[in-house]
């Protein structure tokens, strides 16, 4: 059995949430205004290293345009009910959100004001190699960066770039460069044939 505590006093919530393993903020729905009212922004410190869990949004921040505007809780995670609101999609008002959970609670919704690409979007737009593909029909990316100043930023784009869907990589840079790279990245060639670029990154010009 563990004690739950209700106030809609700031100062009371203040000093009363020491101890305890969560916290459930709805101060403020969404309805709301943007930002917090002195009675209620009391309260932020005392949120610091406790759990907090917000009903629709966190509090404080603006539901419809995902900004941030005067006090706001931030929240580890959000608990919201028949859609996504913008200010779960849209920064900076989403990174206060934390993780999103959404409840289907049989709302009959308009249409949407916003599409937001989940993982298994992104992973049906990647084109598939067919079986008879070869590097050139995948697509052969070159890369010019990086340089004696920075070889980081050829070792970065290189790593990029093998990470991709590509066919092949290859590298058209400096000497020095190219054996760091060749050491990162054995599977990369030397100049050729490219289809498409990176460049610049790292130039010491």
Same mark, same amino acid.
């Given at each position: 059995? @563990?004690?739950?505590?209700?106030?809609?006093?700031?100062? @009371?919530?203040?000093?009363?949430? =020491?101890?305890?393993?969560?916290?459930?903020?709805?101060?403020?729905?969404?309805?709301? &205004?943007?930002?917090?009212?002195?009675?209620?922004?009391?309260?932020?410190?005392?949120?610091?290293?406790?759990?907090?869990?917000?009903?629709?949004?966190?509090?404080?921040?603006?539901?419809?345009?995902? !900004? $941030?505007?005067?006090?706001?809780?931030?929240?580890?995670?959000?608990?919201?009910?028949?859609?996504? /609101?913008? =200010?779960? $999609?849209?920064?900076?008002?989403?990174?206060? =959100?934390?993780?999103?959970?959404?409840?289907?609670?049989?709302?009959?919704?308009?249409?949407?004001?916003? !599409?937001?690409?989940?993982?298994?979007?992104?992973?049906? $737009?990647?084109? @598939?190699?067919?079986?008879?593909?070869? /590097?050139?029909?995948?697509?052969?990316?070159?890369?010019?960066?990086?340089?004696?100043?920075?070889?980081?930023?050829?070792?970065?784009?290189?790593?990029?770039?093998? =990470?991709?869907?590509?066919?092949?990589?290859?590298?058209?840079?400096?000497?020095?460069?190219?054996?760091?790279? &060749?050491?990162?990245?054995?599977?990369?060639?030397?100049?050729? &044939?490219?289809?498409?670029?990176?460049?610049?990154?790292?130039?010491?010009?």
């Amino acid at each position: 059995h @563990r004690e739950v505590t209700r106030s809609g006093d700031g100062r @009371r919530a203040a000093s009363s949430t =020491c101890g305890y393993d969560v916290v459930v903020d709805g101060i403020v729905g969404i309805g709301g &205004r943007p930002g917090l009212r002195p009675a209620a922004a009391a309260v932020l410190d005392a949120l610091a290293g406790i759990p907090v869990v917000a009903v629709d949004l966190p509090s404080g921040v603006d539901a419809d345009t995902g !900004e $941030l505007e005067g006090p706001h809780v931030t929240a580890d995670l959000t608990v919201t009910f028949g859609t996504h /609101k913008p =200010c779960h $999609l849209a920064d900076p008002a989403a990174a206060a =959100c934390g993780a999103i959970h959404l409840v289907d609670i049989g709302l009959d919704l308009p249409e949407a004001l916003l !599409e937001a690409l989940q993982p298994s979007d992104v992973a049906a $737009l990647l084109p @598939r190699p067919v079986p008879d593909a070869h /590097k050139y029909t995948r697509g052969v990316v070159g890369v010019r960066a990086g340089s004696a100043t920075y070889p980081g930023a050829a070792l970065l784009s290189v790593s990029g770039a093998a =990470c991709g869907l590509a066919g092949m990589v290859r590298y058209d840079g400096d000497d020095p460069v190219l054996d760091l790279v &060749r050491a990162a990245h054995p599977e990369v060639v030397g100049p050729g &044939r490219v289809q498409a670029w990176v460049v610049g990154s790292g130039s010491a010009a």
